[in-house]
């Protein structure tokens, strides 16, 4: 059952992903997809970075005086806004009145400081900074793996709420543009800005379980590409080697990249940063800039992500999609080509997805397409060992190498839900029987009774098996045997072989017979005759019983017909043996064995009378379709 199959899976799945063991996965997987979507440099954003020989050369930390002048060298420049990604909480004498006037003059000049947190401290802003506008906080949120992936904008410890330094720069530079943050009316929690809704990330959107979602949290989008932004050291500032134009209506960021400062961060994009694997602060900030700002000018779509309820839908349709496909393909080759197709199709969707914007988190439904179609021949190889054990356990013994391998390999004609269904055959059915076996067991002792027995019982088995036939039942000494059941013949040919097979059982059973006579007489066991009844015609199969209990059988007047021919006593046994058939299967038989006419015969039982033939002997003809 395919359906039930994956619908566990697909709530197996859903329960690893509620727990957040795929998560791990499900971001690796997202970083790989951000390394991969074409991305290329922002323009608009120019970064000032203060490397290690500006430590030097300017002093650390640069006094007040030499930042305010490199405040007003940026200004002269045509800067559009500039953010400072440096802590100022306590003055640098000297010059602290510069720096503060000219903060004062630049309304477009943003300072950061740190966020005092719960069970954190913070570090201050610049005491000198009086408009709360230009102050962003620059703190970041960290994943459990190391990674910095999303990004705060406004955080609040209860008693403020504060905007982060990306944002604060963003606004200033879309404020000139006519562009100004509002609540989207359908949904308060959603920020519009110019042409981006910006819905705060929650703990589990996209491919997060249980993330920390304090705070309004936007998915870094790190669309500006390998390159980055445009770069230019503090002394390129001070020693006028900036391009007149490099700066004119730009965002321009002001930061440490100097190793002694540690300030770098893993990110999805870290093989792309500047100073080799470590991604600076400073770039973090000014990709969470490039990207408000590109999403407010309708340039790139605000990064999505599928409801949970979809996400969940497309689990459940890819778990059962997986399950049909392990249970249909039956073939190693095919079934790998199907998993991996459907694994591999579904991972290009992933970053199809983040070239438009969305992140559809689809590693749970790739999971739950692998293991819904791994589980589906797991089961589908469990089913099928159960049912070979029921078919081998109601036919194996008693039937040829042979029959059992095509009784297996055409199963699913006559098997349902592990076991054979009933159904209207047309097959031959054979019954013997050792005549007065009452007065024979009486003379013989009864381990010697068991052991003729079992000889006898041998030979007529060897018999029926080496033509194809099944033994349905041993009843004392008397058999019956099936040709045509479990796998039913449809073609007149193929019902034409069941009855020619049971004949030639019948004479090998009699040459059987009196080989055991030839052998007994030496030891003075008394002679014994046989009966055998066959008939071919329509019957039904099926199962009766439970459990270990199940038996296979037939019934039908066919069946009926078999039994009585083989008991009719109208008919003289001259011989060692006697097979009566009915006229059926007679005329499917009389171009290869000899009979005659025995007469319409009543049997018990039967309203009508049948037709009755005994077959004397075989004929000398070709016997290659037995």
Known sequence: MPWLVGLVVAVLVALIRGIGWIEPLELATYDIGLRLRPGAPDPGIVLILEREEDLHRYGFPMSDAMLSDLIERLTRQGAAVIGIDKYRDVPVPPGADELASSTARHANVVWTFKFAKANEVGIAAPGFVKNVSQLGFNDLVVDTDGMVRRAPLFLDDGKRTMQSLALSLALSYLKERGIVPVNDPSNPEVMVLGKARIKPHETSNGGYSKADSAGFQTLISYRAGSAGFQTFSVQDVFENRIPASALAGKIVFYGSVAESFKDFFDTPIQSFGIAGRATYGVELHAHITSQLVREALGQEAHLRWWPDWAEYCALLVCSLIGAWTGQALRRPAHLGLAVGGGACFMVAALLGGLAFGWWIALVPAVLAYVLGSSSSVVWRAFAEHEERKTVMKLFSRYVSREVADEIWAKRSEFMFEGKPKPRLVTATVLFSDVEGFTSVSEKMAPVALFAWLDDY????????????????????????????????????????????????SAMQMGVALDKINQDGAAGGHPKIRMRIGICTGPLAAGTIGMGDRLEFTVIGDTVNIASRLESLKTVALTGSCRVLVSEETYRLVADRYHGKAVGEVALKGRDHQVAVFEILGRLEVSEEAI
């Open 457 to 504: 019982m041998s030979a007529m088995t060897r018999a029926i098996i080496e033509n194809g036939g099944v033994i349905n039942k041993y009843i004392g000494d008397a058999v019956m045997a099936l040709y045509g059941v479990p796998v039913a013949r449809s073609t007149p040919d193929g019902i034409a072989r069941d009855a020619l097979a049971a004949v030639k």
